[in-house]
């Protein structure tokens, strides 16, 4: 088993920034990837940032590549999310989530490659 458990979320102005904190435990060292997704009100779950648990190998969302960076401490089992020059459709519940099976043909902005998810944090940010 692995828990996912996200902080960082918060309420910020347009234009501001936050850095979202993901910690993992449990069987953390079996991890493969590590994925951001995020859910704004009334729409479907979409996929941000990920990040290979070894060596580092990084990509992210074509609308959002330039503002997020993520970004990953092995040593304390953390992976983070920059997310830099906000704006209010950004709001939203920001997720991380674990693959710890290793499937590497699954893509890493599928909901179904992760077999592990925290429960959340919410980001507001107003205009």
């Known amino acids: 088993q692995v828990q996912m458990v996200e902080s960082g979320g918060g309420l910020v102005q347009a234009g501001g920034s936050l850095r979202l904190s993901c910690a993992a435990s449990g069987r953390a060292f079996g991890i493969y990837r590590v994925g951001w997704f995020r859910q704004a009100p009334g729409m479907e779950r979409e996929f941000v940032a990920a990040i290979r648990w070894i060596g580092g190998s990084t990509s992210y969302s074509d609308s959002l590549k330039g503002r997020f960076t993520i970004s990953r401490d092995n040593a304390k089992n953390t992976v983070y999310l920059q997310m830099n020059s906000l704006k209010p459709e950004d709001t939203a519940v920001y997720y991380c989530?674990?693959?710890?099976?290793?499937?590497?043909?699954?893509?890493?902005?599928?909901?179904?490659?992760?077999?592990?998810w925290g429960q959340g944090t919410q980001v507001t940010v107003s205009s």
């Open positions: 989530a674990a693959d710890n099976l290793g499937r590497s043909r699954y893509n890493s902005d599928s909901q179904g490659s992760y077999n592990y």
